[in-house]
Structures are given as C-alpha cells and as structure tokens.
C-alpha cells in the first residue's frame, strides 16, 4: 500500500544542481547531499572558471600599475562594484566598499562610526538572534566608548518581539543593527519597519542610525537597500555563490564621507607627508593594501549568475523546499524544530531527543549529507532556547526534494540507533 500520508514533493522551480560541480561529483559511489549553504554555498562552475582564467591569462594588479594588464584588470575590478549596487539598489557604486566578508564590514562601521560618533551612555540596539559577528564588534567598540548595548528579545517562535524593540528606542539610541535574516533560525526580521522606526528616535529625534547584516538575505530574496532605507548593509561573497575573502559594506554616501579610514596603508590616501596625510573619498578611503582582485571578479559573475538564475526564482524554490522539509522532519519521532517564525528563510533547526547535535552531523555524514551542528555562531540565540546546540539543515537553490528525503531517512536511523 502505498503511503498516502506522506508529503509530496514540490515540483521543483529551478533545476541547476548541474551548474554546480562539486553536487554533481561522485563521493565514493554516494551522492552529495549539501545542505550548509546558510555556511557558506557551493559555486557554479562559471565563477570558478572566470577565477581560473583571470589567472591564468590577464593576472595584474589592479589601480596601480599603468601597463594594460593592469588597465583591464582595473576596469573588471571596479565593474563589479556597479554589479553589487545594480544587485542592492544602491544609488552609486561609490557606496560599495570592498571587505573581506560581512564579519569585517561591521568591524568597519563599529570602528570607524561607532569610534567617532559614540559617547558615554549612548546606547546600541541589537537583537538577541544576532551572530556573533554583529555582537562582539559592538561589545569592543561599546567597553571602548562606554556605549550601553540593548537587545530586543524573541518570541518563543524566533519573532522579534516589535513592542519591546519600541520601548527600547530613544534619544539616547545612536544605532540598531540587526540581521535580514537569522542564520540560526531562518527568521526573516521585519528589517523595513525596525529602520523607519529607528530613523524617528535618536538624539533629538533626529535619527538613529541603521546596520542591517545581510549575509543570509542576499543570496535568497530580493534586496533593496533604499526602499529599505537601510544606512549600512553587509554581506559576504561566499554565502552567494561567490569566493571566500570578499565581502560587501553598502553605506549611504554621506554617512560614508563622514567617517575616518578603519584602516591605514596605500591605495586610501591622496596625499601623504609625515606633517599630514590626506584620504581618498569612499569607497578607497576604506579600502587599504592590495586588494582580493580575483575574488571581486569572481564575485562581479557570482552577482550576474544570481540575476540570471532570479532572486525571485531561488526564494520560491527555496520555500516550497523549506514546507517540504517541514513537513518531513516533523515525522520524524523525537525531533524538535527550533526557530517557527511565520514567512522565515530556508534553514531547519532542529534537536533530536537524545542525540548530541554533533552526533547528529557525524552520523548525517555517512550518508554523504552535510548539515551544520553547533551553536552556530549565535550562542545568545542558543540560550534563548536553552539548547546548548541545535542541528541546522539549509537550503539553497540547487537542492531538491531528494536532498530532504535523505536527511529525513538518515534522522530516522540515528533516531532508532539512540533508542
Ligand atoms: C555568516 C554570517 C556572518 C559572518 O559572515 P563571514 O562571512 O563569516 O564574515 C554574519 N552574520 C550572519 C547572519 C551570517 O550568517
């Protein structure tokens, strides 16, 4: 008899797990089952070939040299910047600033904002669903300042709890930052309201500022940072479908023009004696030393490939996935989703009755399928729940329902394993 109660598959939206070589190798006769890419994704093969190619046949240093290679290397370079603000809505490539991923892009803003701007007793909101990228910068930068940080807390869903977020702002509130999306729960935060509500607080109610970290949106819906009237957005190259070592700072320009260098060396500076030294304007001010050069074209064709393959297209695969894998898990005896946030993104995060998270990933791996387990780098959102660790299957636009029925499978057999 055939089971009628079992869940049935989404037909898929995209069909792209052939553009990705590492999905579609052969791991010792098992397929791969990659369900990390909230970690970090997997590449399609252009990126990885325009990488290989910029090396081997145009390699050159990029604002520096006269000679062509250098010339052409240049004009790539700073093509992408325009590809990043085309992707983002931003109204000038100016306010693209090269980083070396999300982490740095708030390091960016908590020192050389946070370092001119704070005061004794001013007070930074975040929430308690933060990674710890967008917690420990603004701990350093508020010990040093003798800022105050406040956290808006989360329902028993994940939901920010908005009332709370209301009751925290005021006059003393110079900057909330928050995530788009949370990487341990999927909850997609209401991140349009929490700006527009931050901007009306502020000394004299001229406006808090806003920093929205945007590593988990970027690469799974459409973003843009001027409708969302957002002052700085940041995110990084390997969470969308591009290389490691590259990230994003979008800023507003003149919130831009009014910060120092975060870092000192060439290429930031117009003019330097050891009496005075001047600075480029944004973005090079921001941007010292050499350059990640193949890793911002490799981002440059990351960024065409996701405006191929539609944002739109990849958030609608991704959530009939994510219903779909609901849906599985929940049948699965023992296991706990954690993080139920209505309209969340795509990443399950889950506990299984007596097994140990990192269990869970060991064993998970015999079967060729890869999940994240740990505290995943938000150990406040972790003790929110009172779990030291959770299991996280996530979702990306080159997975299907077969990636789910496997993990669902092997959580059945390390379930009766434990039992
Ligand atoms: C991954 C991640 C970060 C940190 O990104 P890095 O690439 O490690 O710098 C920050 N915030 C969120 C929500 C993330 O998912």
Redesign the pocket.
């Known amino acids: 008899m055939p089971d009628t109660s079992a869940p049935t598959r989404p037909k898929p939206v995209l069909d792209i797990k052939s553009q990705f070589p590492v999905l579609t190798r052969d791991f010792g006769g098992m397929a791969l089952h990659y369900l990390d890419s ?3 994704t997997q590449k399609p093969v252009e990126v990885i070939d325009a990488m290989d190619r910029f090396y081997r046949e145009s390699y050159g240093t990029v604002r520096r040299g006269v000679y062509r290679l250098s010339e052409k290397a240049t004009a790539a370079y700073e093509n992408t910047r325009k590809q990043v603000a085309g992707l983002i809505n931003a109204a000038s490539e100016r306010e693209i600033i090269y980083t ?7 390091n960016l803003v908590a020192y050389s904002w946070g370092g001119k701007f704070l005061k004794a007793g001013d007070e930074i909101i975040l929430s308690q669903i ?5 917690i420990v910068p603004w701990q350093i930068i508020a010990e040093r300042m003798g800022a105050v940080i406040k956290v808006i807390p989360v329902d028993d869903s994940g939901t920010l709890i908005m009332d709370e977020y209301k009751k925290l702002l005021s006059e003393r509130t110079r900057i909330v930052a928050v ?1 788009h ?3 341990a729960l999927g909850t997609v935060n209401p991140v349009k309201e929490i700006a527009r509500l931050a901007h009306q607080a502020g000394p004299g109610g001229k406006g808090a500022i806003v920093l929205i ?1 945007g ?2 949106s970027i690469a799974h819906m459409a973003v843009d940072v001027r409708d969302l009237d957002a002052d700085f957005y ?1 995110f ?1 190259g ?2 969308m479908f591009g290389p ?1 070592g590259i ?1 994003i700072l979008y800023g507003k320009l003149p919130i831009l023009e009014s910060m120092p260098p975060y870092q000192g060396g060439g290429d930031m500076i117009m003019r330097v004696t050891f009496a005075k030294t001047t600075y480029q304007a944004p973005p090079h001010r921001f941007e010292a030393g050499t350059p990640p050069i193949a890793e911002v074209l490799g981002l440059g064709v990351a960024v065409d490939w996701l405006r191929r393959t539609g944002l739109d297209k990849i958030n609608a695969h991704e959530h009939a996935l994510l219903e779909y894998g609901t849906a599985v898990l929940q049948d699965v005896p023992g296991l706990k989703l954690i993080g139920t946030a209505p309209g969340k993104g795509a990443i399950l995060s889950f506990t299984l009755d007596g097994v140990h998270p990192h269990d869970i990933g060991t064993l998970l791996d015999e079967d060729g399928i890869a999940i994240r387990a740990g505290h995943h ?1 938000a150990q406040p959102t972790m003790d929110r729940f009172g779990v030291p660790a959770t299991a996280r299957a996530s979702i990306g636009p080159y997975n299907d329902a077969t990636d789910l029925d496997a993990l669902a499978k092997g959580l059945r057999r390390i379930g009766e394993m434990f039992r």
């Not at 070396?100 to 708030?106: A, F």
């Not at 933060?130 to 967008?134: G, R």
């Open positions: 909230a970690a970090t070396s991923g999300t982490t740095q892009s708030i933060e990674h710890h990228a967008n995530n999306v949370s990487n970290d590593a988990q940041a990084s390997h969470k490691t990230g780098c």
